[in-house]
């Protein structure tokens, strides 16, 4: 099973600010098998960047993700108020999908 | 727009089987991967199991023991069940979609919590 750490845990910024979030994985994982999520509270998840760096219908040109192997990184350029959400990382490997355990955004 | 549903009993006792129903609307439910994920309360996502077209199945190893997705494609429905259930079941179960060309879950459910308690 390939394993998905992100970090950091938790992250505390300001509104305007920019951010990188860290998804590492145990072993390689296809670009194209590498998606990203975020979550608010009482909500499912949502999906925001497939293929390691495609933005989903509807997502902000703000989102990006990049990466290769098994470093990957979501960039939201400027937060907005409704940024602050959790984020998770997910990959498809061996038949089997694995999400990483999440990295939260606070408002400062 | 395709649209997921839960549905299901909220409470279910210790040692018995957990059985949760989606239905899919606003498509068809041919061509995709039907998922399980769940999510117990504060802590992270969990894979459960994808059903596809005419019944093949993939399950996580720490869960293939107990689980059992089925699909229903006359009432564009599939469901979830999980045997032999315990507190640490406790979660909130949602279904997702993995379009057959993708690899990543695309639409989700609202979710559902279930608890497990006598």
């Known amino acids: 099973e390939i394993v998905l750490t992100q970090s950091p845990g938790t992250l505390s910024l300001s509104p305007g600010e920019r951010v990188t979030l860290s998804c590492r994985a145990s072993?390689?994982?296809?670009?194209?098998?590498l998606a990203w999520y975020q979550q608010k509270p009482g909500q499912a998840p949502r999906l925001l960047i497939y293929g390691a760096s495609s933005r989903a219908t509807g997502i902000s040109d703000r989102f990006s993700g990049s990466g290769s192997g098994t470093d990957f990184t979501l960039t939201i350029s400027r937060l907005e108020p409704e940024d602050f959400a959790v984020y998770y990382c997910?990959?498809?490997?061996?038949?089997?999908?694995?999400f990483g355990q999440g990295t939260k955004l606070e408002i400062k | 727009q395709v649209q997921l549903q839960e549905s299901g009993p909220g409470l279910v006792k210790p040692s018995e089987t957990l059985s949760l129903t989606c239905t899919v609307s606003?498509?068809?439910?041919?061509?995709?991967?039907w998922n399980w994920i769940r999510q117990p309360p504060g802590k992270g996502l969990e894979w459960i199991g994808y059903v596809y077209n005419s019944g093949n199945t993939k399950y996580n190893p720490s869960l293939k023991s107990r689980v059992t997705i089925s699909l229903d494609i006359s009432k564009n429905q599939f469901s979830l069940n999980l045997s032999s259930v315990t507190a640490a079941d406790t979660a909130v179960y949602y279904c997702a979609r993995v379009w057959g060309g993708g690899f990543n879950f695309d639409h989700w459910g609202q979710g559902i919590l279930v608890t497990v308690s006598s």
């Open positions: 997910q990959q498809y490997g061996n038949s089997l999908y694995t």
């Open positions: 606003s498509g068809s439910i041919g061509g995709s991967f």
């Open positions: 072993q390689s994982v296809s670009s194209s098998y």
